[in-house]
C-alpha cells in the first residue's frame, strides 16, 4: 500500500534564548500588573498618583563650599556678626556687607496663589540617616584638616594658620538651612528683659528658683523652623443659632434661665494663602508636653520677621548654638494641615457673625493646592531652670524673641502662697460686699 505524498510541515519558529531562571521569558505576567488608566481609579487616589513630584529650589551657595567664608574686600576668613544688625563684619579689614535676602534671592514671596503640587528648597530636603554629623575641611592656607562636629558647633578655627571654617555645604543631615534671621536682640538686653520678667513675678516664685536664679546664664540659641508658603481651599459645615428669646421659669433658688433659638444649617467656602507660616522642624522643641516642659512659651514670643532673613552663611552662628532639624516634609505635613483648617476657619468667622449663638462646625475639609517648604534658623535668647519632682520633675523655660524681644517665660511658683493670695483677696471682696449692703441699709 501506498503513502501519498502530503506537503512538508512549516518550521517552528525559532526559540528565543533564555537568560537562566526568572527570566521575562519563564515568568508570566502577573494578574493586575498591566497599566490601569488612573480615570477608573478613586479621586483621592487618582490625585496622589497623577500629584506632581516635588520640585527642588537650590539654595545653595556654591561660594561658601569649600567651608571658608572669605571678605569680598581683603579675602580674610576671620568674619563676624554684627549685633543688632544683619551685617557681616571682616575682623581684617573692617569691611561690612550684609547677607543677600533668601527671599529676593529665590523669588519666595511671589505667586503664592499659583503654588502646585509640593516645592522643597535644597535646605529642606528629607534627612538621610547616614550622613555623618563630622565635616572635614583641607585649609587652603597651611593644608592642616579642620574638622567641624555639626551636632554642637557650625564653625571652627584651624589651629596652625588662623584661617576661619564654616560647614556651609547643604549636607543632608538638618544642620545646614536655607536661610538664617540673624539676632538683633544682644545678650546684655535679653538678661534685662529675663530679670525684668522674673522680678513682677517674684512674689510667688519658688524659693529654690529665686535662690539659683542667674539670667546671666540666658544662651543664644537658633531653633531650625521649616518655613511654609501655601495655596488652599477649605469648606466647612455646621449648625449656627440665632437666639429669639429669654425667659426663666420657677422661683426663688429654682429659677432656671431658657433660651430659644432657630437653628440654621451653616456652610462656608474659602480659598486662600499663607505666606511664611513657622513650624518648628525639631522633634524636641515640638514636645509641648506640659506635663513635663513649658516650650510651648516659644509659640508665644512669634512672629518673627521672616522675610528679612539671608542666604545661609555659617559666620552669623559665630559664638551661638544651634539644634539641628531632625523631622521631614513629609512628617511635618499633618501639623501644616491642622494650622490651614485654623487658618480656614478664622477666614469665615466674619461671615458668621448674625448667629449670635455661635456656630458649631461638624464637617471640615481642606484642599492643598500647592505648597513651598524652606528650612530656617530662627533666633531665641533661652533661660532654663529645671525643678525637681516626681516623672522627671519640670523644665521652665523663659524665652526671648531675637529679633523683637517679646518676652515670655514660666516661673515655678509656691502653689500655698497662690492659695493664700487668693483667699485673701476673696475675704477682701466679701467684706466690701457686706459694707456696700451696710451703706445700703
Not at 26 to 48: K, M, Q
Amino acid at each position: 500500500m501506498s503513502t501519498p505524498n502530503r506537503p512538508a510541515p512549516p518550521p517552528l519558529p525559532p526559540v528565543p534564548p533564555v537568560s537562566g531562571p526568572g527570566s521575562p521569558q519563564e515568568v508570566p505576567p502577573l494578574p493586575g500588573s498591566f497599566p490601569v488608566d488612573p480615570s477608573t481609579l478613586p479621586e483621592s487616589i487618582r490625585a496622589e498618583i497623577e500629584a506632581p513630584d516635588p520640585v527642588a529650589i537650590d539654595t545653595a551657595s556654591a561660594e561658601l563650599k569649600d567651608g571658608q567664608n572669605r571678605c569680598p574686600k581683603c579675602g580674610a576668613t576671620d568674619i563676624r556678626h554684627k549685633l543688632g544688625s544683619d551685617v557681616l563684619v571682616c575682623l581684617y579689614c573692617r569691611n561690612e556687607w550684609v547677607g543677600a535676602r533668601v527671599e529676593e534671592e529665590f523669588g519666595l514671596g511671589e505667586g503664592l496663589d499659583q503654588l502646585r503640587g509640593t516645592i522643597i528648597a535644597s535646605g529642606a530636603r528629607d534627612i538621610e540617616a547616614d550622613v555623618a554629623a563630622l565635616r572635614t575641611f583641607k585649609c587652603t592656607g597651611c593644608g592642616a584638616e579642620v574638622t567641624v562636629n555639626t551636632e554642637n558647633a557650625m564653625t571652627a578655627r584651624c589651629h596652625w594658620c588662623r584661617h576661619v571654617f564654616g560647614v556651609n555645604e547643604q549636607i543632608p543631615n538638618g544642620a545646614v538651612p536655607d536661610a538664617v534671621l540673624p539676632f538683633h536682640i544682644k545678650k546684655d538686653d535679653a538678661v534685662a528683659r529675663i530679670r525684668q520678667f522674673v522680678d513682677k513675678r517674684r512674689m510667688f516664685a519658688l524659693k529654690e528658683f529665686k535662690e539659683q536664679f542667674t539670667p546671666e546664664n540666658v544662651v543664644g540659641v537658633y531653633l531650625p523652623y521649616m518655613i511654609v508658603d501655601g495655596n488652599a481651599s477649605a469648606s466647612v459645615a455646621g449648625k449656627g443659632e440665632i437666639l429669639t428669646r429669654t425667659y426663666t421659669r420657677g422661683t426663688d433658688k429654682n429659677k432656671k434661665t431658657y433660651y430659644d433659638a432657630d437653628i440654621y444649617r451653616v456652610e462656608r467656602a474659602v480659598d486662600f494663602t499663607v505666606d511664611d507660616l513657622p513650624l518648628e522642624s525639631s522633634r524636641e522643641r515640638g514636645n509641648l508636653d506640659t506635663n513635663a516642659n513649658t516650650q510651648n512659651i516659644i509659640n508665644t514670643i512669634l512672629p518673627f520677621d521672616t522675610k528679612n532673613a539671608v542666604k545661609w552663611n555659617a559666620s552669623y552662628l559665630s559664638g551661638f548654638t544651634s539644634e539641628k532639624r531632625d523631622t521631614d516634609v513629609e512628617q511635618l505635613r499633618p501639623r501644616l494641615e491642622d494650622q490651614l483648617l485654623s487658618i480656614a476657619r478664622a477666614q469665615v468667622e466674619g461671615s458668621v457673625r448674625r448667629y449670635d449663638r455661635g456656630v458649631r462646625w461638624e464637617q471640615e475639609s481642606l484642599d492643598v493646592h500647592g505648597t513651598r517648604w524652606v528650612s530656617m534658623y530662627l533666633p531665641v535668647w533661652l533661660y532654663s531652670y529645671h525643678q525637681p519632682g516626681k516623672n522627671g520633675g519640670m523644665l521652665h523655660y523663659i524665652a526671648v524673641n531675637g529679633r523683637t524681644g517679646e518676652t515670655m517665660g514660666s516661673v515655678p511658683v509656691q502653689h500655698w502662697k497662690l492659695l493664700l493670695a487668693a483667699l485673701t483677696v476673696g475675704t477682701i471682696l466679701e467684706g466690701v460686699a457686706l459694707a456696700i449692703i451696710w451703706a445700703g441699709a
